[in-house]
């Protein structure tokens, strides 16, 4: 009986793995037979690929052909499996020679006249190709882009089932990639337009130095979201290795772009207050799909409004807050999606949310009620808490004009070159990344630098996980300041950031 065998790639989560595509000829009535754990979408790959394979002008074998996806306990979804089984069958009816399908992976989906369309994921996937070893690549003209992204392996694209089956052949020639366009990064937003406010454009300005979370509290109109919104334009650019993470994530997702694919800005996801906790954390049947916490890795994450979201989407981020990524279980088994982002929260701090406080009708016990529904454990996980107050006409007439964003983004960036530099040997990149036995033991403190922070451990007014959170702020402001190590007054203005009255 004759048998074949070609290779693709197989996604859980970002992770891939290859993929043993194997074409069995004979033994029964005509039919087709898929084995190998395929979800409802592969299983119809059958019907696809018998068509493509005609419409392409090729012979379909007339006796029972068997597909085998190994390994069989790994599961299979989506559609990018069929240009490497319609390869296999015809390998195996020995339409096609076999000898370029060693060492090379196909990824694609066929439409039912033969042409082959993009597929999520081909990023990670060749990704995961060349790390086993794999040398040469064909994938949809659509994708050749993405494709182009991984070094090291020969990237090919195809536009029709038989572009393929003529390269097999060595009759025609497949498509080679040409070099990306660069994109024009996009227009941020100035930080010079937000008035008055400094406390608050200090504080933006630290958790963008440091990588920290930040909870902005104030009646409508004094300028959280404008502030939020103006936090990417503070952060540097993605390094490479960055670039391939956040791209791997929305390549998964769907949502990369054909023409510039490589993401070399932070991302900034704004959801609404609506959104079901699937879309935040990611989901899905079968195998779930990276969520907004993820395709906002190595960005921002804003939640305006934060007490309208409910305690069930507030409290799904509290591990990935820690941890810097998500495990989510399915049906189809466990996938796990990065998910290292900085949290920016606004909030009104009250239901009625006038815009003088002293016009407030609120009773003290619903503005405590609103305000509890941000829970101790998750404001324990914010580093950074302002409360803003209305802008009066001295403060929006300040003498002087407010400064603007390339003028913060340049200290934000020796802050982080400096942290950087310090940490490198540990490969994090900011502060905020540092674990808190690092900053109490390889870098302690001396304690006359520490000692209002042990007072403010021995009153209660901060949890141990709070104290390690003002190590890293102290350690962000002299950075700032281009000092050695921080003083006792980078650890008291850390402490103040943490004051639970500003939320």
Request: glycine share 10%; with cysteine; aromatic share 4%.
């Amino acid at each position: 009986m004759p048998i074949a065998r070609a290779w693709s790639v197989a996604l859980l989560g970002i992770d891939g793995r290859v993929v043993e595509a194997e074409a069995d000829i004979g033994g029964g009535l005509p039919g087709v037979k898929i084995v190998g754990l395929p979800d409802a979408g592969l299983r119809e790959a059958k019907d696809r690929v018998r068509s493509a394979v005609r419409n392409s002008g090729q012979s379909w074998p007339k006796e029972r052909v068997t597909l085998g996806l190994s390994p069989a306990s790994l599961p299979k979804l989506g559609s990018g499996y069929d240009l490497a089984m319609a390869v296999a069958v015809l390998s195996a009816a020995g339409t096609v020679p076999a000898s370029r399908l060693l060492g090379t992976v196909l990824l694609g989906e066929l439409a039912l006249d033969g042409r082959v369309r993009a597929v999520r994921g081909v990023l990670p996937g060749l990704l995961a190709a060349r790390k086993a070893g794999v040398r040469r690549a064909v994938v949809p003209v659509e994708s050749l882009s993405e494709a182009a992204l991984v070094d090291g392996i020969e990237v090919r694209g195809a536009a029709r089932l038989r572009d393929v089956l003529g390269w097999l052949r060595g009759e025609d020639v497949l498509v080679a990639p040409v070099p990306p366009s660069t994109a024009e990064p996009p227009a941020v937003l100035d930080l010079a337009d937000v008035i008055g406010q400094p406390e608050a454009r200090w504080a933006l300005e630290v958790a963008a130095a440091g990588g920290h979370h930040l909870l902005l509290t104030g009646p409508p109109g004094v300028g959280k979201t404008m502030l939020a919104r103006r936090l990417p334009g503070l952060l540097p650019m993605l390094s490479g290795e960055e670039s391939l993470e956040v791209t791997a994530v929305e390549s998964v997702h769907g949502s990369l772009s054909r023409t510039s694919p490589l993401v070399k800005v932070p991302p900034f996801m704004a959801p609404h207050h609506s959104t079901s906790v699937a879309a935040l954390i990611g989901g899905g049947s079968g195998l779930a799909s990276p969520g907004l916490i993820s395709r906002a890795h190595r960005g921002v994450l804003f939640l305006d409004e934060v007490c309208e979201f409910g305690p069930q989407r507030l409290e799904s981020l509290r591990t990935a807050l820690e941890e810097g990524e998500v495990r989510i279980a399915r049906q189809r088994g466990v996938v796990c999606y990065p998910a290292r982002f900085q949290l920016v929260l606004a909030t009104n701090p009250c239901p009625c949310a006038p815009p003088r406080e002293t016009d407030c009708s609120c009773s003290p016990a619903a503005r405590r009620r609103y305000l509890g529904r941000l829970s101790g454990p998750l404001l324990d996980r914010v580093d950074l808490r302002v409360r803003m107050r209305p802008i009066t006409a001295m403060s929006a007439h300040e003498a002087g004009e407010p400064e603007s964003t390339a003028v913060v983004r340049s200290r934000v960036l020796r802050a982080r070159k400096r942290a950087a530099e310090r940490w490198a040997m540990h490969g994090w990149r900011t502060n905020a990344e540092v674990p808190g036995p690092v900053l109490r033991r390889e870098f302690a403190l001396p304690g006359k630098v520490t000692s209002v922070l042990d007072r403010g451990l021995d009153r209660g007014a901060v949890t141990a996980r709070g104290a390690d959170r003002c190590l890293r702020i102290a350690w962000t402001l002299s950075d700032l300041a281009e000092a050695e190590r921080p003083d006792a007054d980078h650890v008291s203005t850390a402490l103040e950031f943490r004051d639970r009255r500003a939320a």
